[in-house]
Structures are given as structure tokens and as C-alpha cells.
T-cell receptor, first 112, second 112 residues
């Protein structure tokens, strides 16, 4: 998985609770992304980052926030989890010299 | 808005045959298009990238074509094997920061 880890790998939580997912990379790449994947929708971009403290919204950012205080870590926070945020979340990196992305193993989140 | 369509129905083929998957897009003129493979429970893995000025790209038993007039890419797996069974995703660049828009994917099942 190109030196990308995600934690936790599985999480079950209740509606209304805050949740933070972590993406960690070992190679100091600038570009990092958070996606969610749902049946019939494919991968949809939530937020992305192009450097420390440089982040921006993607296609489906409502209800999510991100932070990147270190190059290697990109955190995704669900401020108040809802059942519609039950999904599989993938983190990805894009090395500067390439156009393709490398994905982490994913986090399966269930909001009850 | 940009839209990508892939056949939602699974493609079932016999081992040794050529599988052809389709990716159609609208409302955009991407600089490049990518194909990824995704196995159950895992993150997508990059396979091939084809640029707007390229008609065809090959990698081992894989071949991708890109017709910017038809706004379509075809992904061929020749001499298919059961190990090729997976979901295949196409993705377009959406301009800036290497952001991608993904199709929902097509599941390929190769039967012995």
C-alpha cells in the first residue's frame, strides 16, 4: 500500500458522536486525499491537502473536516456522525512526479 | 457537472477470452484518464494512465484506448484469467492538485 496506513481499520459508533480517522504516510508526499466509497457511487472526494495546513473541500465535504499539521498525517473528522456517513473511507497520496494515486487499505465505519 | 459512467452490471466471461470494459464521460475534457483495479476489501490499485493525445496504451495483457471525440475509454483484458476477476474503476483528472473523479466501477468475473 505504498507506505500508507489508516487507523482504525474498523469502527462502529453511534449517531452524534465525533469520529476521527487517521491517514499516515511514510514518504513525505505533498498531496493527500480522503475519499468515501459507497455501493453505486464509486469513490467520492471528501477533502484533499496540498501541503501542511493547506487543505480544501472536495465533492462531498459537508459534515467532514480535515487537518494536516504534519506532512505525514492527514486526519478526517466527522464532527457529529450520522448514519449517512456509514461508508468505507480511503486515504490516498499522489507523488509529485506521478499523476496516479496510491491508496491506503481503507477504514470501514458504521454509524448506528 | 462532470459525470463518468461505467457499466454497472458485472461482466462474466470465459477464461482465455478478451474482456472489454467501457468508461464514458460528459461535460469535461480531461487531460488524462486512468484505470484502477480494486479487489474486495482493499484499496484501488493503479493500472494504466492514458493522456488526451494518446490513442492507445498497453501494459502486458491490458490495453486502454481513449477517444476524446466520443468521450470514451475502453479497457481490454486479453487472454483473461480467473485472477483478473476484480472491480475496475476509471478515473478522470478534474483539474488542479491531481484531483480525480471516479466512475462507480465494473465488476469483471472470469470463469475457468
Amino acid at each position: 500500500d505504498a507506505g500508507i496506513t489508516q487507523s482504525p481499520r474498523h469502527k462502529v459508533t453511534e449517531t452524534g458522536t465525533p469520529v476521527t480517522l487517521r491517514c499516515h504516510q511514510t514518504e513525505n508526499h505533498r498531496y493527500m486525499y480522503w475519499y468515501r466509497q459507497d455501493p453505486g457511487h464509486g469513490l467520492r472526494l471528501i477533502h484533499y491537502s496540498y501541503g501542511v495546513k493547506d487543505t480544501d473541500k472536495g465533492e462531498v465535504s459537508d459534515g467532514y473536516s480535515v487537518s494536516r499539521s504534519k506532512t505525514e498525517d492527514f486526519l478526517l473528522t466527522l464532527e457529529s456522525a450520522t448514519s449517512s456517513q456509514t461508508s468505507v473511507y480511503f486515504c490516498a497520496i499522489n507523488p509529485e512526479s506521478y499523476n496516479e494515486q496510491f491508496f491506503g487499505p481503507g477504514t470501514r465505519l458504521t454509524v448506528l | 457537472s462532470q459525470k463518468i459512467e461505467q457499466n454497472s452490471e458485472a461482466l462474466n466471461i470465459q477464461e482465455g477470452k478478451t474482456a472489454t470494459l467501457t468508461c464514458n464521460y460528459t461535460n469535461y475534457s480531461p487531460a488524462y484518464l486512468q484505470w484502477y483495479r480494486q479487489d474486495p476489501g482493499r484499496g484501488p490499485v493503479f493500472l494504466l494512465l492514458i493522456r488526451e493525445n494518446e490513442k492507445e496504451k498497453r501494459k502486458e495483457r491490458l490495453k486502454v484506448t481513449f477517444d476524446t471525440t466520443l468521450k470514451q475509454s475502453l479497457f481490454h483484458v486479453t487472454a483473461s484469467q480467473p485472477a483478473d476477476s476484480a472491480t475496475y474503476l476509471c478515473a478522470l483528472d478534474s483539474g488542479g492538485y491531481n484531483k480525480l473523479i471516479f466512475g462507480a466501477g465494473t465488476r469483471l468475473a472470469v470463469h475457468p
